[in-house]
T-cell receptor, first 117, second 109 residues
Framework: EAGVVQSPRYKIIEKKQPVAFWCNPI?????LYWYRQNLGQGPELLIR????????DSQLPKDRFSAERLKGVDSTLKIQPAELGDSAVYLC???????????????FGPGTRLTVL | DAKTTQPPSMDCAEGRAANLPCNHS???????VYWYRQIHSQGPQYIIH???NNETNEMASLIITEDRKSSTLILPHATLRDTAVYYC??????????FGTGTRLKVLA
């Protein structure tokens, strides 16, 4: 079974430039998550999708960040314009479901390491 | 969701058991204990979870104290490939994981 696929793995840009990250979740997983992980810290949730609907984007800096999940499968996270403080690893994860009484582990991709110069 | 406390780092000799502690003194009755690990340059990987009883799978064992205020993840025979950051997370049935800074385990040859 293929895991969560992310691209690119690494990206170096200058500040004020736009950047986009792509994620392909595990087939059949309805729930998709984007996390940001700063150096030496654990991942922090940015946004969660249930199918194509963003059901929790409370931690997404909406002035410069945007995300979409067309057709409820692949997802793209965009930053425009990027700032120095956006340097981090951006992780995508998926699970069968996001809520409910069951226990649904999240499967993470390898992440995209963004460096803003 | 309850906050967890883990030691920042630990060393373990290869082939020995690695015992990683986690304190979660404010855990409530419906909250599970999860463990994930993150190997360098990879995303976090699920290891195991439990509610009250001790749990074991092919990767590890989870021991939860009777009062549920702390737990220990046990890797029975640590290998060099187990070198990683281990995260203890406590949460209810909702989706939201709150990762702390974890324990950096180094397995020594």
């Amino acid at each position: 079974e293929a895991g969560v696929v992310q691209s690119p793995r690494y990206k170096i840009i200058e500040k004020k430039q736009p950047v986009a990250f792509w994620c392909n979740p595990i087939s059949g997983h309805n729930t998709l998550y984007w996390y940001r992980q700063n150096l030496g810290q654990g991942p922090e949730l940015l946004i969660r999708y249930e199918n194509e609907e963003a059901v929790d984007d409370s931690q997404l800096p909406k002035d410069r960040f945007s995300a979409e999940r067309l057709k409820g499968v692949d997802s793209t996270l965009k930053i425009q314009p990027a700032e120095l403080g956006d340097s981090a690893v951006y992780l995508c994860a998926s699970s069968l479901r996001g809520t409910g009484t069951g226990v649904y582990e999240q499967f993470f991709g390898p992440g995209t390491r963004l460096t803003v110069l | 969701d309850a906050k967890t406390t883990q030691p920042p780092s630990m060393d373990c000799a290869e082939g020995r058991a690695a015992n990683l502690p986690c304190n979660h003194s404010t855990i409530s009755g419906n909250e599970y204990v999860y463990w994930y690990r993150q190997i360098h340059s990879q995303g976090p990987q699920y290891i195991i979870h439990g509610l009250k009883n001790n749990e074991t799978n092919e990767m590890a064992s989870l021991i939860i104290t009777e009062d549920r205020k702390s737990s220990t993840l046990i890797l029975p025979h640590a290998t060099l490939r187990d070198t990683a950051v281990y995260y203890c997370i406590v949460k209810s049935g909702t989706y939201k994981y709150i990762f702390g800074t974890g324990t950096r385990l180094k397995v020594l040859a």
